[in-house]
């Protein structure tokens, strides 16, 4: 069996999160639970790069790697949550939705409390990697080429020009992809892309799908735990089921009609 690596996935930190996110939102009391958890497991806290050096056979994973990501870019991650990642000395990958961080930006995710495109090199200084996380957060398994192309290289480059180094990291909106989504992910000059899956990586994950477990606010430290122990979860990779194709093909038929839809 492949050795289990727990890549988290949170998005906000916060008491008060708008009903939208709320069931994807962690308390800071739980989080710093959370975080202890990590440091207590004897895991080595890497970024995505990390994994990226080892899934491209560049270099070898430390023993026993754990990967605390963040997606869209909400208010809390500059501030207190990076304050709380620094203090334990635990490096994480932040993936923004840059048409809802950027200055007259626009996306498809709902209103809340949002950082700002002008402090992502701040995120860096407390130790977090950069990754894209598109532009709109749209699902990107319904889109035309001309949209998901918008999406993966618009994104990439206002990472770029803020930041002035290559942004070789992105994640899915939700995890939504496909081997078509995949292969221009790797055409847009990206070395690895996040899904969700829900389910553990492992250290023969593919480069352009890597399974992230979703913390909710539901989930406890007991789970967390479980996860670091590599259990609590199926261990990726494995081949997509029917019920996934099949939503897939309904999305992508609801967009037709509708448009692009927010991945959430």
Do not use: C
């Not at 975080?35 to 023993?63: F, K, M, Y």
């Not at 950069?130 to 990107?140: F, K, N, P, R, Y």
Request: hydrophobic content about 40%; proline content about 9%.
């Amino acid at each position: 069996m492949n050795p289990a690596i727990p890549v988290f996935l949170y998005h906000a930190v916060m008491d008060d999160p708008p009903d939208w996110i709320a069931e994807f939102t962690v308390t800071p009391r739980d989080f710093a639970a959370h975080l202890d958890a990590v440091v207590d497991s004897g895991r080595t806290p890497v970024t995505i790069s990390t994994l990226a050096d080892h899934l491209a056979g560049r270099a070898p994973l430390p023993p026993r790697a754990v990967l605390l990501t963040f997606d869209d870019g909400f208010a809390d991650l500059p501030g207190p949550t990076a304050d709380a990642l620094a203090g334990r000395g635990l490096p994480a990958t932040a993936y923004l939705t840059t048409g809802a961080i950027a200055p007259g930006g626009r996306s498809l995710l709902p209103p809340a409390p949002m950082m700002p495109l002008g402090r992502t090199a701040e995120l860096e200084r407390f130790g977090m990697e950069i990754g894209s996380h598109t532009v709109t957060h749209a699902q990107l398994d319904t889109l035309t080429t001309r949209q998901l192309r918008a999406e993966l290289l618009d994104s990439k480059a206002a990472l770029e020009d803020t930041l002035g180094h290559p942004v070789p990291h992105l994640a899915y909106p939700h995890g939504y992809n496909s081997p078509r989504v995949r292969a221009m992910a790797a055409r847009a000059g990206y070395e690895t892309a996040t899904a969700v899956r829900h389910a553990l990586s492992s250290d023969r994950d593919e480069r352009y799908r890597i399974a992230r477990l979703i913390v909710r606010r539901s989930h406890t430290v007991a789970d967390v735990s479980a996860w670091l122990a590599g259990d609590g979860a199926r261990i990726a990779p494995y081949r997509d089921g029917p019920k996934t194709i099949a939503w897939r093909w309904y999305r992508r038929g609801r967009a037709t009609l509708n448009g692009p839809e927010f991945a959430g």
